[in-house]
């Protein structure tokens, strides 16, 4: 799998223009999209950590950097907003970047291999050694980009604790990413230490697999062609021609004509080598923030269901505009899947003070980054749920959007139709078993007057009672000459008639 240095703080950067809550730092402005501009951006500043990763490619046999491209930081003084863009226009099927195979680092010729059959903790484990080697390392400057600039500290498997357990809290059982933080975690996927949080060759074991499961083919990095960015649609503009896995180089090329002034992309679930065959619809938005830690840009994809096999949608505002549009990427989704959709957006609006109260207790980029997944998945979940299709005449309400087509636009802020909250178990703490029969209850006083009617299933009646003084004193239910409860007899095995359905309502009225 293809990953990039461009993590949630910087990345998500470009995607939600997020509402201010208490204690949430200002949205960061987005990265300039710089396509027909003719220029570059002259507030494009160098890193000069990537800027040595690619002087050391210029440098090797059989190494190519087109002139046309060039890295570039967004953002001064914030290196993990960077990207790749085109210095003259490039024609479709011209080669921009070559790297030759024997400069990947891999899991192979490792010596301590083990029982260890992950191949991603191994090529950790050769990181981590020519960490150690300094600049006798034969890729000095792309391991001192890795370690010292790239922000690795950032990703989940390093957040804190309350961060993952808020993080949790709006997924809960049903959304993805499940258990974000273990994934890029070497103690959790790989072990083969003694986990003391006080050894420094701990510490890089763990630094190095995060970098590792951010950065790479799977298990494999490709120095300088893992500086350029992810993005679908439109922005998808090169790719590598062949794979990282069978042995031969790297070669960067065009898949159509970029202008002047273009970021290059990657797709790193579309893309048509090996690498990622098969994924394009199962690794999606929140597998890239648990794999890679940012959040997609538009367009973004979701594979969220109640099912295995659940619809894809894709939402995009390809113009830039607040409009944003939902596309059906395979079939079309069944009332339950918009059943199951609505669900969940009712879920995570019911979280939303315990979300904003949870993250002004977080970190700034633990905060941006798990502020912005849960605005993402409100309005992939409000445009998802309120979409309809044929046959939902019914659940559909105006302003929805239109039946029998795969794709739907409305505004961010729509609300979902109108369809009744599946039920949920909540604890029930009334002890149901007790010992108590309405048949053996003597009803005190005395009868005075009674109501009876018949319906298709039994003989009811309602039968008065006073005391001594004439004074009424009860009302009590028979059916088929059985006393089920009296206004002073509430029997236990009714109480779950109202008990339990009552928990749904918001009021109750008598």
Same mark, same amino acid.
């Given at each position: 799998?293809?990953?990039?240095?461009? #993590?949630?703080?910087?990345?998500?950067?470009?995607?939600?223009?997020?509402?201010?809550? %208490?204690? #949430? $730092?200002?949205?960061?402005?987005?990265?300039?999209?710089?396509? !027909?501009?003719?220029?570059?951006?002259?507030?494009?500043?160098?890193?000069?950590?990537?800027?040595?990763?690619?002087?050391?490619?210029?440098?090797?046999?059989?190494?190519?950097?087109?002139?046309?491209?060039?890295?570039?930081?967004?953002?001064?003084?914030?290196?993990?907003?960077? *990207?790749?863009?085109?210095?003259?226009?490039?024609?479709?099927?011209?080669?921009?970047?070559?790297?030759?195979?024997?400069?990947?680092?891999?899991?192979?010729?490792?010596?301590?291999?083990?029982?260890?059959?992950?191949?991603?903790?191994?090529?950790?484990?050769?990181?981590?050694?020519?960490?150690?080697?300094?600049?006798?390392?034969?890729?000095?400057?792309?391991?001192?980009?890795?370690?010292?600039?790239? $922000?690795?500290?950032? #990703?989940?498997?390093?957040?804190?604790?309350?961060?993952?357990?808020?993080?949790?809290?709006?997924?809960?059982? =049903?959304?993805?990413?499940? /258990?974000?933080?273990?994934?890029?975690?070497?103690?959790?996927?790989?072990?083969?230490?003694?986990?003391?949080?006080?050894?420094?060759?701990?510490?890089?074991?763990?630094?190095?697999?995060?970098?590792?499961? %951010?950065?790479?083919? /799977? =298990?494999?990095?490709? $120095?300088?062609?893992?500086?350029?960015?992810?993005?679908? *649609?439109?922005?998808?503009?090169?790719?590598?021609?062949?794979?990282?896995?069978?042995?031969?180089?790297?070669?960067?090329?065009?898949?159509? !004509?970029?202008?002047?002034?273009?970021?290059?992309?990657?797709?790193? !679930?579309?893309?048509?080598?090996?690498?990622?065959?098969?994924?394009?619809?199962?690794?999606?938005?929140?597998?890239?923030?648990?794999?890679?830690?940012?959040?997609?840009?538009?367009?973004?994809?979701?594979?969220?269901?109640?099912?295995?096999?659940?619809?894809?949608?894709? #939402?995009?505002?390809?113009?830039?505009?607040?409009?944003?549009?939902?596309?059906?990427?395979?079939?079309?989704?069944?009332?339950?899947?918009? =059943?199951?959709?609505?669900?969940?957006?009712?879920?995570?609006?019911?979280?939303?003070?315990?979300?904003?109260?949870?993250?002004?207790?977080?970190?700034?980029?633990?905060?941006?980054?798990?502020?912005?997944?849960?605005?993402?998945?409100?309005?992939?979940?409000?445009?998802?749920?309120?979409?309809?299709?044929?046959?939902?005449?019914?659940?559909?309400?105006?302003?929805?959007?239109?039946?029998?087509?795969?794709?739907?636009?409305?505004?961010?802020?729509?609300?979902?139709?109108?369809?009744?909250?599946?039920?949920?178990?909540?604890?029930?703490?009334?002890?149901?078993?007790?010992?108590?029969?309405?048949?053996?209850?003597?009803?005190?006083?005395?009868?005075?007057?009674?109501?009876?009617?018949?319906?298709?299933?039994?003989?009811?009646?309602?039968?008065?009672?006073?005391?001594?003084?004439?004074?009424?004193?009860?009302?009590?239910?028979?059916?088929?000459?059985?006393?089920?409860?009296?206004?002073?007899?509430?029997?236990?095995?009714?109480?779950?008639?109202?008990?339990?359905?009552?928990?749904?309502?918001?009021?109750?009225?008598?």
């Amino acid at each position: 799998m293809k990953t990039n240095f461009k #993590l949630a703080a910087a990345a998500a950067a470009a995607l939600v223009q997020i509402e201010e809550v %208490a204690g #949430l $730092p200002a949205p960061v402005s987005s990265p300039p999209e710089l396509i !027909n501009d003719n220029t570059v951006n002259t507030n494009t500043h160098s890193d000069s950590y990537a800027q040595n990763q690619i002087e050391w490619l210029k440098l090797k046999k059989g190494g190519f950097f087109s002139p046309k491209i060039m890295y570039g930081i967004l953002n001064e003084g914030d290196t993990s907003f960077g *990207g790749m863009f085109a210095l003259a226009p490039i024609t479709k099927g011209e080669e921009i970047i070559h790297l030759p195979v024997e400069h990947f680092i891999t899991a192979n010729e490792i010596d301590d291999f083990s029982d260890n059959d992950n191949a991603a903790c191994v090529t950790a484990i050769n990181l981590a050694k020519e960490y150690h080697k300094g600049d006798e390392s034969n890729w000095e400057s792309y391991v001192a980009y890795c370690f010292e600039s790239f $922000p690795h500290v950032d #990703l989940p498997p390093n957040w804190s604790e309350e961060a993952l357990q808020l993080f949790q809290l709006i997924v809960g059982e =049903d959304l993805e990413p499940q /258990n974000l933080g273990t994934r890029g975690s070497y103690a959790l996927e790989c072990g083969g230490y003694k986990e003391d949080e006080d050894d420094p060759e701990d510490k890089i074991l763990e630094a190095a697999y995060r970098i590792v499961v %951010a950065r790479g083919w /799977n =298990d494999i990095l490709l $120095p300088v062609v893992d500086l350029i960015n992810h993005r679908n *649609g439109k922005w998808y503009n090169a790719d590598q021609a062949g794979s990282a896995h069978i042995g031969e180089d790297i070669s960067v090329v065009a898949l159509r !004509n970029i202008d002047q002034g273009e970021q290059i992309y990657l797709s790193y !679930n579309e893309c048509p080598d090996e690498d990622c065959w098969g994924i394009a619809h199962t690794f999606t938005m929140p597998q890239m923030l648990m794999d890679f830690g940012f959040i997609e840009q538009y367009p973004r994809r979701f594979n969220i269901g109640a099912q295995f096999d659940a619809p894809v949608f894709e #939402l995009d505002n390809a113009d830039g505009e607040t409009e944003v549009k939902i596309t059906w990427l395979d079939e079309e989704p069944t009332k339950e899947d918009l =059943d199951w959709f609505h669900d969940q957006l009712s879920h995570l609006q019911e979280l939303e003070e315990a979300v904003m109260d949870g993250l002004k207790n977080l970190g700034n980029h633990e905060k941006y980054t798990i502020h912005t997944y849960y605005q993402t998945m409100l309005e992939g979940l409000e445009l998802a749920s309120s979409w309809g299709g044929e046959g939902f005449d019914d659940d559909i309400d105006e302003g929805d959007c239109a039946k029998g087509d795969k794709t739907c636009t409305a505004g961010t802020t729509i609300s979902a139709s109108g369809k009744y909250d599946a039920f949920e178990d909540h604890e029930d703490t009334l002890n149901y078993g007790a010992d108590l029969c309405a048949s053996r209850y003597l009803v005190p006083g005395r009868q005075v007057s009674s109501e009876e009617f018949k319906s298709i299933y039994q003989e009811i009646e309602f039968k008065h009672f006073n005391d001594s003084k004439g004074n009424k004193l009860d009302t009590c239910l028979y059916m088929d000459e059985v006393l089920h409860m009296c206004n002073s007899l509430r029997p236990h095995y009714h109480e779950w008639f109202v008990h339990y359905p009552a928990q749904f309502l918001k009021q109750m009225k008598r």
